[in-house]
Structures are given as structure tokens and as C-alpha cells.
């Protein structure tokens, strides 16, 4: 079965705080895809960055970073220098190569970034 | 450009009513999402349109749930008598590869509410 876990509900951070977001994931599958989405308060979900499974090279874009470890099954996400504006709710998402078109979703940790 | 739209953004229903959902997917977009989002939950998926060829329907909750993409671009989302445990946010998202390696663009997504 292919499952998602953000155990954060909510994290409360002050400006220029670091924070890291967790996911753990599960698959069976050797080929899949990882994915963080940003919903801010005016609802769109909006892309922020896709693994596939091959790939464990950390990444980093801007204040973004991403550490992707396949010996945990875990893909987690940090924001360095929090800003007001980073305040929402952050989802982690897994799809799979084969098997149906299913993306699964983790059930998000919301951000609240205090001025 | 412009990005993906849904209509209408809220709809409330009474028990027993059918309604429409519509999405307007970016142009040349290939594969098309359908989302259920209940509150404080990750978007929930329900159906996957590849072109006009409905190719994952494994989400769809029950019969009285229904989809179409007739002519591979606008799709519309039905909901054939419905309950209150319908009501939720419904979301559509489009993206320009065939497989689901590629990242998602969402919509505003359509609050339903049965009363």
C-alpha cells in the first residue's frame, strides 16, 4: 500500500526562524515520484518540487531545501529564514510508475509564521 | 498565461440534488486530475483523464460520482443525488506529460456544500 505521513498538524515559527517540515512515505515500488505542493491561504495548490526515486541528491532553491533519504522513506522539506509569506499549509505527495494514475497525498502541515 | 479555473467556486445543493462541476484545464495539458478535499485533509484522488480516455476511475467514491472530458480539453465533474458527506472542496489539476512523473497545476477548486 503507498501512504504519506506528515505527523506535523501545525508548527508556529517567528520570522527568520529555520523550520523542517517531515515526510515519511511508503511504497513497494522501486520506481516512484515525491512531490511538495504549497497551499496558501487563497487555497491554489502551487508546485514547489519533484523527486523520482533514483534521484537522492539533496536540493536547494533559495531559501528552500530538500532532503531526500530512501533508507528512511522520508523526503523533508526545510525553509530557512522563514518569512511571513511562507505561512500555509504544506502537503508531501507520492505517485508510483506503475499501477493506476494515483497520486497520494499527505494530510499537510500548516505553517504559521509569526511577524 | 492563463491557468487552470474552475466553476462555480461554491455550490450549495440541497440533499438529493445533481450537480456539475467544471474545470478549464491549461491549454495543452494533457492529463487532467479530479480532487476531493476535506477539511484539514490532503486533496483525495478520484479520477484521471489522459486526453478524452478516462484511464483511473479508482477513486471515484460511488456511482453516483461521474466524469467526463469529452473532447480532451474541458471536464466536467457530476454528482448524481447528493449527501451531505459529499460536501467538500473539489479540485482539478492538469499537467502537460502523459505519466504521472510530471508535476501537477491546480485550480481554485469548487467548495460544495449539501445542506
Known amino acids: 500500500a503507498q501512504k504519506v505521513t506528515q505527523a506535523q498538524t501545525e508548527i508556529s515559527v517567528v520570522e527568520k526562524e529555520d523550520v523542517t517540515l517531515d515526510c515519511v512515505y511508503e511504497t513497494r515500488d522501486t520506481t516512484y515520484y515525491l512531490f511538495w505542493y504549497k497551499q496558501p491561504p487563497s487555497g491554489e495548490l502551487v508546485f514547489l518540487i519533484r523527486?523520482?526515486?533514483?534521484?537522492?541528491q539533496n536540493e536547494i532553491s533559495g531559501r528552500y531545501s530538500w532532503n531526500f533519504q530512501k533508507s528512511t522513506s522520508s523526503f523533508n522539506f526545510t525553509i530557512t529564514a522563514s518569512q511571513v509569506v511562507d505561512s500555509a499549509v504544506y502537503f508531501c505527495a507520492l505517485t508510483r510508475n506503475t499501477g493506476g494514475f494515483k497520486t497520494i497525498f499527505g494530510a499537510g502541515t500548516r505553517l504559521f509564521v509569526k511577524a | 498565461g492563463a491557468g487552470v479555473s474552475q466553476s462555480p467556486r461554491y455550490k450549495v445543493a440541497k440533499r438529493g440534488q445533481d450537480v456539475a462541476l467544471r474545470c478549464d484545464p491549461i491549454?495543452?495539458?494533457?492529463?487532467l486530475f479530479w480532487y476531493q478535499q476535506a477539511l484539514g485533509q490532503g486533496p483525495e484522488f478520484l479520477t484521471y483523464f489522459q486526453n478524452e480516455a478516462q484511464l483511473d476511475k479508482s477513486g471515484l467514491p460511488s456511482d453516483r460520482f461521474f466524469a467526463e472530458r469529452p473532447e480532451g480539453s474541458v471536464s466536467t465533474l457530476k454528482i448524481q443525488r447528493t449527501q451531505q458527506e459529499d460536501s467538500a472542496v473539489y479540485l482539478c489539476a492538469s499537467s502537460p506529460g502523459l505519466a504521472v512523473s510530471y508535476e501537477q497545476y491546480f485550480g481554485p477548486g469548487t467548495r460544495l456544500t449539501v445542506t
Open positions: 491549454s495543452g495539458h494533457v492529463s
Open positions: 523527486r523520482n526515486s533514483f534521484d537522492e
